[in-house]
């Protein structure tokens, strides 16, 4: 920042120290040393907060949905009637991106964020008192899917071109760590009380919680304050002349398409085609963990919570250690993956529950760290006026396997047993691990990829 900006603008954050980059960098500093990033950002930590619990709601509810149809709505062909809920839960975020890209560059993001959130809620209450008034069909069930869907559709890439708003340049990376951390935290907490909420309370006890946790979020996120664009980068000292075409500020950028951002990025769509590969066998495992859990291991709800919290535990520890794996982002990504290879097919040799657990919490790790790597890596190859899209587009692609998955592994759950799906999950992953290493061996990575990599480098040098 080289200007101070309006008082009522400033960040709490901000007004703690000088502005220029020698201030940035002795701030970031002496911040690191006093305490973390979430507990000296108010603005953070509420924005945060409200996803840990938008995330947990939607995870919580996908879980409990799950296990539901599986133990107790349908009789014939379970594991289709599971895929089939859980394409309705990942359809928005891919159906919808040009959509979430308009909003999210049009209309200012705190406000994006708190109607996402209050419509969630709402949709929760009204699946709720449907349910407590009994005879719900699994039809409505599946719309309360798809509107929850939608809400998080628009949540989650809006905060995600939210963080240069709330923090500043050089706590970039941590907190991309701490929002990514949210998903696991997530998978944590909805694991857990998921499918023991629908054992006990039913599908009426479950969509309370779930209003509960978004209707919160909503409350969170409308107490924080954003940063203009203006504030968050650099505030002119004079106003500019619009007519004068020798002053950038008159300029007006004119906002690109989906296509033509990623066109530009060739570096970055190679890595997205990777992973949106890799996403068509690991998000099975969603669909996998209730027929696994009912055919192979014949447990119940706590045996679902073991394995579903098993998994976000193991994403949330790679998440906050993902940045510490050595070697470039693509070279760790393809060790990664093919450990998450290994890690998903061994279920399908060894039935043992503990031993099963264990697989997925280091699967989840696999994939917590691969996260925080790349998308860190994103936030700064990618051009801030293009984030909008990028982040929808980001999340359109790598989901446009999700609805396939859980379609083709659910149906496929009514003929093959679980054991045979999760070789299947392990032995997917390999070529897709496999493209991710020789990308990194024939392209060489931008300058940025390096600064995101190296603890020394780039802005965030330190701040790990």
């Known amino acids: 920042m080289t200007a101070a900006p309006a008082p009522e603008a400033v960040d709490e954050t901000e007004a703690e120290a000088g502005t220029g980059a020698a201030g940035s960098e002795a701030r970031a500093a002496a911040d690191g040393r006093r305490a973390p990033l979430i507990l000296r950002n108010r603005a953070f930590a509420a924005v ?3 996803q840990v619990l938008t995330q947990a709601a939607v995870r919580m509810f996908q879980v409990g949905v799950s296990w539901w149809i599986v133990a107790y709505a349908v009789r ?6 599971s895929g089939l809920f859980m394409a309705a839960c ?18 200012a993001h705190r406000s994006v964020l708190r109607t996402a959130a209050g419509l969630a809620g709402a949709a929760s209450c009204v699946l709720a008192l449907w349910a407590y008034g009994g005879g719900l069909p699994v039809a409505a069930v599946y719309a309360a899917a798809l ?12 905060l995600t071109t939210s963080v240069p708003e709330l923090v500043d ?4 990376e941590t907190a991309t760590g701490f929002e990514l951390s949210t998903q696991s935290l997530a998978g944590l907490g909805g694991a857990l009380l998921g499918a023991l909420t629908v054992d006990r309370a039913g599908v009426a006890g479950l969509a309370v919680g779930c209003a509960a946790a978004y209707l919160g979020a909503a409350v969170l996120v409308a107490s924080a304050r954003f940063r203009t664009a203006a504030t968050s980068t650099t505030t002119p000292s004079a106003p500019s002349d619009p007519s004068d075409p020798s002053d950038p500020s008159a300029a007006v950028p004119q906002r690109r398409t989906l296509r033509r951002i990623l066109g530009e990025l060739p570096y970055v769509r190679r890595i997205l085609i990777c992973f949106t590969a890799a996403n068509l066998f690991t998000t099975a495992v969603f669909v996998v963990i209730p027929l696994y859990t009912r055919s192979v291991l014949q447990g119940g709800g706590g045996t679902v919570a073991l394995l579903e919290a098993s998994l976000g535990a193991g994403a949330l520890v790679g998440a906050f250690t993902g940045t510490r794996v050595p070697g470039r982002p693509t070279v ?3 060790y990664c993956l093919g450990l998450m290879a290994l890690a998903l097919a061994l279920p399908g040799l060894v039935t043992h529950r503990l031993a099963v657990a264990g697989c997925l919490a280091v699967a989840g790790w696999c994939a ?3 996260s925080v790597r790349f998308v860190a890596l994103f936030q700064r190859l990618v051009p801030t ?5 990028f982040f929808a587009v980001m999340q359109a692609v790598l989901g446009a396997s999700l609805p396939v998955a859980s379609l083709l592994f659910g149906s496929a759950g009514d003929f093959l047993s679980p054991q045979t799906l999760c070789l299947v999950q392990g032995l997917g992953l390999v070529p897709a691990a496999c493209a991710l290493a020789l990308l990194g061996s024939r392209t060489p990575e931008p300058p940025a990829a390096d600064a995101a990599a190296d603890p020394g480098a780039g802005p965030v040098g330190g701040q790990r």
Do not use: H, N, S, Y
């Open 90 to 107: 990942t359809l928005p975020a891919v159906a919808l991106a040009p959509v979430v890209a308009g909003a999210v560059a049009r209309f």
């Open 169 to 172: 340049d050089a706590d970039i």
């Open 385 to 389: 006026a293009d984030k909008p899209g």
């Open 332 to 334: 760790a990504g393809a």
């Open 48 to 50: 945060w907060l409200g």
């Open 76 to 81: 014939e062909a379970p594991g289709l009637a």
């Open 368 to 370: 917590g760290a691969v």
């Open 147 to 158: 509107a929850l869907a939608t809400c998080q559709a628009f949540f989650d890439p809006c």
